[in-house]
């Protein structure tokens, strides 16, 4: 008798329960079903998602199954004896399998209506599949398949027919005999040539041959009478067909990443076009037909030409009034702006370019334009615009009608004034202005009262804007490389609130021979610095600690990490923490304060000058000889060193309490607690020559 653990620990064993359970279940719902409903619902046989290996043998006694889902499970084959006994399946599904090869006898379901066979490994159908005559519906997804049957075309009655990411090279010669598809799938695939009777699919509707190998369209392609969408991105097509029956019907049409230089005359006549696609071809010049805007100004709603050569739009572009997205610019998606171009190159845009009223989208980045029309700010609807990297010196008046606008990006131009009501932009959110000309800002700025995002690096401003302390949303601003006379750490750039410490702009990538500590969370000792004649009082006086290359060779044998600076030119080695830093980390801020001296050293012996990266050096006496008491000196200095190693989180659970929870260590490893150095000593001049060979 089997019990729940011996289930339990056995899977296969459970899992054939699971399969008796359901064929017991399906037979009595057949004896029990009276309705015509009802018998066709029990009808059903479902047994994916089991780990079945092989068919059931069982199932083939089920001889009235008229709709039997094998997906996701284990199989690698089907047995021959289902296409002899299971004559009345309607519906077939074997997805998510290991199927290599299908029975050769399965053409003798002859009542099969629909067939899915996706994501298995087959590379071939029988020379039988020709006589499913009923098949409507075929999902060949993701398999490896080369050819197709030659007499594939006889399954007259197929509908849709999806071959997705296989292997295909070419389709069989009478493909365009199955007059009543409607659907065609062949992308990601391998093809290269379409048959020429291609356009005998006389009911095709959406047809779908990206990512292939096309070079050219059959003749006859333009002979489709009814397509409504068409994508043929991702190929190598030259032109498309002089003629196109299905223009007035027309609603999608992709052919993205072709090498197109012209357009033919029936783009003029799509009457019912809604989305067009021709990004990153190589369209020149003015490509849209005069007579585009006036066909299409009711039902376009995107356009995107962006990556081409296009010099001009038709003068009557703003009778596209349903458009709402529009792209001219780059065809490449980026964060930041490249210094070559990938857009176009318009120099102006039409007058009457206000008029699309509708338009909420454009992207106009990476041309050549000089200025923007006064109609500009007509753009009622507009809430995304990109003109970055243009010409443009100046903005018209009207911009500042744009009271939806919610992201404006303006980066590399050549803009030295803004619009003195350019706080009128009630709803902007993110702005970039970086890489211009600005002297200044106008005094309407501090209006922008939604502003989060500022970015105002590079431009030509000498004094901190006077706007900006009304901008109290602001959670991201830059304003580096700026011509302020304010030292460089006084000036604000990029505060945010970021979900971990902001990393420590001092801390260097790369520096001589040694690994950083915060990078590769190496233990790190913090050395008391001896104290300086201020600090020591007569009523007590500690003897300083004397370090010599026993302590150092201590710390290299535990792999720490010693940070070393460029500081004087005699060749001495100052480490370096450095000095009045502040970092902003959200709501909580931090200072450190590192400085320290002593009076019997000189300055020239024990001051390094100041790095870029370490604003301030601390002083340090130089290294005393020290002899240890005892042979085994290592043993003896960790029993008794004096100092600690703090250790800091990042991210303070709620647990923690206590000051120590509320202190960062802002660098790059923002989840295992890591040792910071806090003080650092001088080491010997050639000491590390080993290290600062190249």
Same mark, same amino acid.
């Given at each position: 008798m089997e019990t729940n653990s011996d289930v339990d620990e056995n899977p296969d064993l459970a899992n054939d329960r699971s399969l008796q359970d359901i064929l017991s279940r399906f037979k009595n719902q057949q004896l029990s079903s009276n309705h015509k409903a009802e018998k066709e619902e029990n009808h059903v046989l479902c047994l994916k998602s089991l780990d079945l290996s092989s068919f059931p043998e069982s199932v083939l006694d089920l001889t009235h199954v008229e709709h039997l889902v094998l997906d996701h499970n284990s199989l690698d084959s089907l047995p021959g004896q289902l296409c002899n006994t299971l004559t009345h399946l309607g519906v077939?599904?074997?997805?998510?399998?290991? +199927?290599?090869?299908?029975?050769?006898?399965?053409?003798?379901?002859?009542?099969? &209506?629909?067939?899915?066979? #996706?994501?298995?490994?087959?590379?071939?159908?029988?020379?039988?599949?020709?006589?499913?005559?009923?098949?409507?519906?075929?999902?060949?997804?993701?398999?490896?398949?080369?050819?197709?049957? /030659?007499?594939?075309?006889?399954?007259?009655?197929?509908?849709?027919?999806?071959?997705?990411? !296989?292997?295909? *090279?070419?389709?069989? *010669? =009478?493909?365009?005999?199955?007059?009543?598809?409607?659907?065609? $799938?062949?992308?990601?695939?391998?093809?290269?040539?379409?048959?020429?009777?291609?356009?005998?699919?006389? /009911?095709?509707?959406?047809?779908?041959?990206?990512?292939?190998?096309?070079?050219?369209?059959?003749?006859?392609?333009?002979?489709?009478?009814?397509?409504?969408?068409?994508?043929?991105?991702?190929?190598?097509?030259?032109f498309l067909t002089k003629d196109l029956k299905s223009s007035h019907c027309l609603k999608k049409l992709y052919v993205d990443n072709n090498v197109l230089k012209e357009l033919p005359s029936w783009v003029g006549l799509l009457s019912s076009i809604q989305e067009m696609s021709l990004r990153d071809n190589k369209l020149m010049n003015q490509p849209l037909p005069e007579s585009f805007p006036a066909c299409s100004g009711r039902s376009l709603r995107l356009l995107d030409l962006s990556g081409n050569f296009i010099t001009a739009l038709p003068a009557s572009m703003g009778q596209l009034e349903t458009l709402e997205s529009l792209h001219l610019g780059s065809a490449i998606g980026e964060l930041e702006r490249r210094h070559f171009q990938n857009g176009n190159w318009l120099c102006v845009l039409p007058e009457n370019f206000g008029r699309l009223r509708h338009l909420r989208r454009v992207h106009l980045d990476e041309n050549q334009l000089t200025h923007l029309p006064e109609s500009f700010g007509d753009l009622s609807s507009l809430e995304f615009l990109d003109v970055g990297q243009n010409w443009l010196k100046e903005l018209p008046n009207s911009f500042c009608h744009l009271n939806n606008l919610q992201f404006c990006q303006l980066s590399k131009n050549h803009l030295q004034l803004l619009p003195s009501n350019f706080g009128h932009l009630s709803s902007l959110v993110d702005l970039r202005l970086d890489n211009n000309m600005l002297g200044e800002l106008p005094e309407s700025f501090a209006e922008l009262q939604t502003?989060?995002?500022?970015?105002?690096?590079?431009?030509?401003?000498?004094?901190?804007? #006077?706007? +900006? *302390?009304?901008?109290?949303?602001?959670?991201?601003?830059? =304003?580096?490389?700026?011509?302020?006379?304010?030292?460089?750490?006084?000036?604000? !750039?990029?505060?945010?609130?970021?979900?971990? %410490? %902001?990393? $420590?702009?001092?801390?260097?990538?790369?520096? &001589?021979?040694?690994? &950083?500590?915060? &990078?590769?969370?190496?233990?790190?000792?913090?050395?008391?610095?001896?104290?300086?004649?201020?600090?020591?009082?007569?009523?007590? *006086?500690?003897?300083?600690?004397?370090?010599?290359?026993?302590?150092?060779?201590?710390? =290299?044998?535990?792999? =720490?990490?010693?940070?070393?600076?460029?500081t004087s030119d005699e060749g001495s080695h100052t480490r370096v923490e450095g000095s009045h830093t502040g970092i902003e980390n959200g709501p909580m801020s931090m200072t450190f304060n590192?400085?320290?001296?002593?009076?019997?050293?000189?300055?020239?012996?024990?001051?390094?000058?100041?790095?870029?990266?370490?604003?301030?050096?601390?002083?340090?006496?130089?290294?005393?000889?020290?002899?240890?008491?005892?042979?085994?000196?290592?043993?003896?200095?960790?029993?008794? /060193?004096?100092?600690?190693?703090?250790?800091?989180?990042?991210?303070?659970?709620?647990?923690?309490?206590?000051?120590?929870?509320?202190?960062?260590?802002? /660098?790059?490893?923002?989840?295992?607690?890591?040792?910071?150095?806090?003080?650092?000593?001088?080491v010997e001049d050639g000491q590390f020559e080993d290290a600062d060979e190249d």
């Open positions: 077939l599904s074997v997805m998510g399998n290991d +199927l290599e090869t299908l029975p050769a006898s399965f053409g003798n379901l002859t009542l099969l &209506r629909e067939l899915h066979l #996706g994501e298995n490994c087959l590379q071939e159908l029988p020379d039988s599949f020709s006589d499913l005559k009923e098949l409507r519906k075929l999902y060949l997804t993701g398999n490896e398949l080369r050819t197709l049957p /030659c007499d594939f075309g006889h399954l007259e009655h197929l509908e849709i027919f999806m071959v997705d990411e !296989n292997h295909l *090279k070419t389709l069989p *010669k =009478m493909f365009g005999s199955l007059r009543r598809l409607e659907t065609f $799938d062949a992308s990601n695939n391998k093809l290269e040539v379409l048959p020429e009777l291609f356009g005998g699919l006389s /009911c095709l509707k959406v047809l779908n041959l990206s990512s292939n190998k096309l070079s050219c369209l059959p003749e006859s392609f333009g002979n489709l009478p009814r397509l409504q969408e068409v994508e043929l991105s991702g190929n190598s097509l030259s502003l989060r995002t500022l970015d105002l690096f590079c431009n030509e401003l000498r004094e901190v804007p #006077g706007a +900006l *302390k009304y901008l109290t949303n602001i959670t991201r601003l830059d =304003m580096d490389k700026n011509k302020f006379s304010l030292p460089p750490e006084l000036v604000p !750039n990029i505060i945010f609130k970021p979900t971990y %410490a %902001a990393r $420590d702009p001092r801390l260097q990538d790369s520096w &001589r021979g040694r690994n &950083r500590a915060d &990078r590769n969370k190496v233990e790190v000792l913090k050395l008391e610095p001896l104290p300086s004649e201020e600090e020591e009082t007569d009523e007590e *006086k500690e003897e300083p600690i004397q370090w010599n290359d026993s302590i150092l060779r201590q710390a =290299m044998a535990k792999s =720490m990490s010693l940070w070393r600076a460029h590192s400085q320290f001296s002593d009076g019997d050293v000189s300055t020239e012996e024990s001051t390094g000058t100041t790095s870029p990266e370490s604003p301030v050096s601390p002083t340090f006496p130089s290294a005393i000889s020290f002899v240890p008491e005892t042979e085994n000196w290592e043993d003896e200095i960790e029993d008794t /060193c004096p100092w600690e190693m703090p250790v800091y989180y990042r991210h303070p659970s709620r647990r923690d309490k206590g000051p120590s929870a509320m202190q960062f260590v802002p /660098c790059e490893d923002h989840v295992e607690p890591v040792t910071r150095i806090r003080f650092l000593y001088t």
